[in-house]
């Protein structure tokens, strides 16, 4: 890769890392308003915790997919790997001892 290339890359990956601090920072604020009205106008019923799960759920995998807990190029890259090693084994099996 040239180093242009290199710049372009960590440009869209700090944008992106960028893009979910944003979405993380008014998830928190949100859930945090919501949790105090909750508990300030409906003490004995809990609320909250529905908007949390239903919004937290998709800012993790938001998280993940940023932060290449499940980079996509990377699964393909194995997926890919681990079925060449397959089908080269078909084509001249190994005999078992």
């Known amino acids: 890769m040239t180093q242009t290339e290199n710049y372009q890359m960590a440009r869209t990956r ?5 893009g979910f601090l944003v979405h993380a920072a008014i998830y928190a604020g949100v859930i945090l308003l919501l949790t ?7 003490p004995g019923v809990i ?4 908007p949390m799960l239903g919004w937290g759920i998709p800012v993790a995998l938001h998280g993940a997919r ?11 890259d194995a997926l890919t790997a681990r079925e060449l090693r397959r089908l080269s084994s078909k ?7």
């Open 14 to 18: 700090a944008e992106a890392q960028y």
């Open 36 to 42: 105090l009205i909750d508990l300030t106008t409906s």
């Open 47 to 50: 609320w909250f915790i529905w």
């Open 66 to 76: 940023v932060f290449q807990l499940g980079d996509k190029a990377a699964i393909i």
């Open 91 to 97: 084509e001249h099996p190994v005999e078992p001892h």
